[in-house]
């Protein structure tokens, strides 16, 4: 009798890899074929459809894909420049802003358990922020308004549906150690060849800065001379991710981590930001304690075997330099311009901040010749929301970050531990970013959004844990289907 053999099984692309390698195909071959000008349009439309789909049937990808965009969106929008033109504003960075907004179904479909419950933080800076809309509306255009709710509203949305989806905590966590992992390697191998050789729509995009807007603080647009802003848009936003991915870094198991802290690090100290380095070391405070001895002498290691590999490469040129001339300005305090320049900011423009009660509404910006718009979360938000706005945003995410100290599983979960971290090494910025912002606010409100989520999670788990198991088990198939 015969007896049919087992085949071999044929490795299959899943579906929802299918259709982000189309859409990330289709922007390519656009590129390639000098037709950047479809993608002005294609790109956020296109992202926005694919977004969607992920968002209903693969809530996991939908987070890894948004995550991508807040990387890569900027990089797309120099090489459309580089191709067809400058064009700013350019609707290309809405891709990501569309994409995350998706977030908002999950808060409007779990309202009135989020009111009841642990949400009401996140519904406390909402109802701020949609406080703030309706001042603006009255003194701004309505254009203006759209796009700076969207900056305050998207990461408070994004942070609430990671931890809507608890239940689903591990897979959160694994997407996001695996984003971040490759994201590092990639945002860090990029800022190093930008710097060494400032590729052609780097310097064109910076160029057109410089020349039409007046921005000088991104450096020149030449080898050795630019001040690194990677994939992303800015130094600033693009050091507080990179915070972000070398502190996350410490919680994972990879050998891909040593290559992704060199190329991190380097590239950190490349950026110039000074703020940002001093929020990593911050970071690094919070999250020693809240580990296990074994835990502490594991990070420790490794924060000697990266030293071993980073700091060989800080000495030599050309990267010696330029950062050993900016580490030194951090000592010199009123002496530096920037600094003082800050500082008669914040003289000339607080007094008028602290009487703002009622505010001047979502779409101010800050204009003074001595500091920026971006340059101040507290300022930020006291002539934006004013006092009717700042209380309840502040009183929702100091709810959230005080909740997220409280718990213990940053001891039985490093991870844990590392998105407290990261959410107050950014926080520790707000004095000198917006850090409420995109893309500050993304990881801010995102790495809340997973704390709270393991939270919630773990203690469902010492509550119930012939359940969790189960739904490991479940998660742990899934993942490997």
């Known amino acids: 009798m015969y007896t049919a053999q087992p085949q071999p099984k044929t490795p299959q692309i899943s579906e929802p890899w299918i259709i982000i390698g189309c859409f990330v195909g289709f922007t390519a071959l656009c590129l390639a074929a000098n037709v950047g000008s479809i993608l002005r349009f294609a ?29 890569l969106s900027p990089l797309v929008r120099r090489l459309i420049d580089w191709e067809v033109g400058w064009l700013d504003p350019n609707p290309v960075l809405l891709a990501p802003f569309l994409v995350s907004f998706l977030s908002v179904l999950t808060l409007l479909i779990q309202l009135p358990k989020a ?80 710097f060494l050789f400032a590729p052609v729509w780097d310097q064109f995009w910076l160029h057109n800065l410089i020349t039409t807007m007046k921005i000088y603080s991104f450096g020149t647009p030449n080898p050795l001379g630019i001040r690194v802003f990677s994939t992303m848009h800015s130094p600033q936003p693009f050091a507080c991710t990179l915070v972000a991915c070398i502190l996350l870094l410490f919680s994972i198991k990879s050998p891909v981590k040593i ?25 690094l405070v919070v999250f020693i304690p809240s580990l296990k001895p074994r835990l502490q002498m594991r990070l420790i290691v490794t924060l000697m075997v990266m ?10 040129e050309p990267f010696s330099t330029v950062i050993g001339q900016r580490f030194q300005t951090i000592f010199q305090g009123q002496q530096d311009g920037s600094f003082v320049d800050r500082s008669l900011g914040y003289t000339n423009l607080l007094n008028d901040a602290l009487v703002e009660v009622e505010g001047r509404g979502i779409g101010y910006i800050i204009r003074d010749a001595n500091i920026g718009g971006n340059d101040s979360g507290i300022l930020t938000l006291l002539l934006n929301l004013g006092w009717f706005g700042t209380i309840p945003y502040v009183a929702g ?77 479940t998660a742990y198939r899934d993942a490997r289907n």
């Open 115 to 194: 009111i009841r419950g642990n949400g009401l933080p996140f519904v406390l800076s909402a109802i701020a922020v949609l406080y703030g809309t309706f001042i603006g509306m009255m003194s701004f255009q309505p254009q203006t308004v759209f796009i700076a709710v969207l900056n305050w509203l998207t990461p408070i949305l994004f942070g609430y549906h990671l931890f809507a989806n608890w239940r689903r905590f591990p897979e959160l966590k694994q997407v996001t150690e695996r984003v971040f992992l490759w994201g590092t390697v990639v945002m860090g191998s990029y800022g190093i060849i930008q």
């Open 43 to 71: 790109f956020p439309a296109g992202s926005l459809v694919v977004g969607a789909l992920l968002f209903f049937r693969y809530p996991i990808f939908y987070i890894g894909f948004t995550w991508w965009l807040w990387f």
């Open 397 to 473: 995410l100091g709810l959230l970050i005080f909740s997220m100290m409280q718990g213990r599983e940053a001891s039985i979960d490093p991870f844990v531990g590392a998105c407290r971290a990261i959410v107050l090494a950014t926080f520790s910025q707000i004095s000198l970013n917006t850090v409420m912002l995109t893309p500050f606010g993304m990881v801010l409100w995102g790495f809340i959004g997973l704390a709270s989520a393991a939270r919630v999670y773990y203690a469902q788990q010492q509550s119930n844990p012939t359940e969790v198991v189960a739904r490991l088990d």
């Open 307 to 316: 030293s071993l590999v980073v700091l060989p490469l800080t000495t030599i």
């Open 259 to 283: 290559v992704a802290s060199g190329v991190g690090y380097l590239t950190l100290l490349l950026t110039l930001a000074r703020t940002a380095w001093l929020s990593w070391f911050i970071g």
